[in-house]
C-alpha cells in the first residue's frame, strides 16, 4: 500500500458463507444428500452378482452422474425437496377431461352473468347510446377474388 492510495480487495460472495464446505462451493445439505445416495448406490452396486469390469462400467455409469447430480443440486434447489416437489406436482396436477353437464351449466351462467354486466353498462356498442342498422336495409355483399374485399352486390360498373 502506498500512502494516500488505498487498495481495495473484492470479497467473493460466498466467502464465509454459513452452511458450506469447500470455499462455499457445496451446500452442506447437498453434500449429506450425496453420501447418503452414495453409500445406498454402492451397496446395490457391490450387492449385484456381476464380474469387477460389469461393476465398474455400472458405477461409472450409475454413480459418478448421480453424485455430480446430487452435489450440483437442481435449480438452487436439492436432489430431495425437488422430488418431493415433483411428487407434490404429479398428485396435484390438473388433468384436463371433457366437460360434463355441470361444466356446461356453469359456463352458461357466466355467460348469462357477463351479458347482464355488459347491459348494466349502457356504453360502447350494443348499449344505449349505439345506433344500430335495421336488418332490412342491409345489403348482401360478395367478396372479390383479387382483393378479398367486400363489395355490394347491387353496385355495377360503369362502361
Known sequence: MRKGRVDIYT???????????????????NAVETVILVFFLLQALLA?????????YAGVIVLIPGTIFSILGVQGESLSSF?????????????????????RLNRNRRLRKMEKRKKKRGSGKGGAGYKQRSQGTETKT??????????????????
Open 48 to 56: 449385484l452378482e456381476w464380474e469387477m469390469k460389469a461393476k465398474i
Open 83 to 103: 422430488v418431493f416437489h415433483f411428487f407434490c406436482y404429479l398428485k396435484k396436477r390438473r388433468l384436463l377431461t371433457e366437460p360434463d353437464g355441470r361444466d
Open 142 to 159: 360478395k367478396r372479390s377474388k383479387n382483393t378479398g374485399k367486400a363489395k355490394p352486390e347491387g353496385r355495377k360498373k360503369k362502361p
Open 11 to 29: 470479497i467473493p460472495p460466498n466467502f464465509a458463507e454459513e452452511g458450506t464446505l469447500f470455499s462455499g462451493r457445496v451446500r452442506t445439505r
